[in-house]
C-alpha cells in the first residue's frame, strides 16, 4: 500500500478495520477520505478462493 500512488484528493486511513454500522460488524478491506467531499470510501476485496482451475483438453 506503500507505493501505491494516491490522487490528491484521497487519504489513505487504515486497511483491514472494523466497522460497526447500525448493529452490525464489517471488516473492511481499504478505507480511504475524499477531502474535498468529506467523505469515507470503502472497499471490500473478494475472496478469491485458492482452487485451481480445470484445464481444457
Not at 487519504?11 to 460497526?20: E, I, T
Not at 481499504?30 to 472497499?43: D, Q, V, W
Request: with cysteine; net charge positive; glycine share 2%.
Amino acid at each position: 500500500m506503500e507505493d501505491a500512488v494516491i490522487p490528491n484528493d484521497f487519504a489513505f486511513v487504515a486497511r483491514q478495520k472494523r466497522l460497526r454500522i447500525g448493529t452490525e460488524w464489517y471488516r473492511v478491506d481499504l478505507l480511504f477520505f475524499h477531502r474535498r467531499l468529506r467523505s469515507l470510501l470503502i472497499l471490500f476485496c473478494p475472496q478469491i478462493p485458492n482452487t485451481p482451475l480445470p484445464i481444457a483438453t
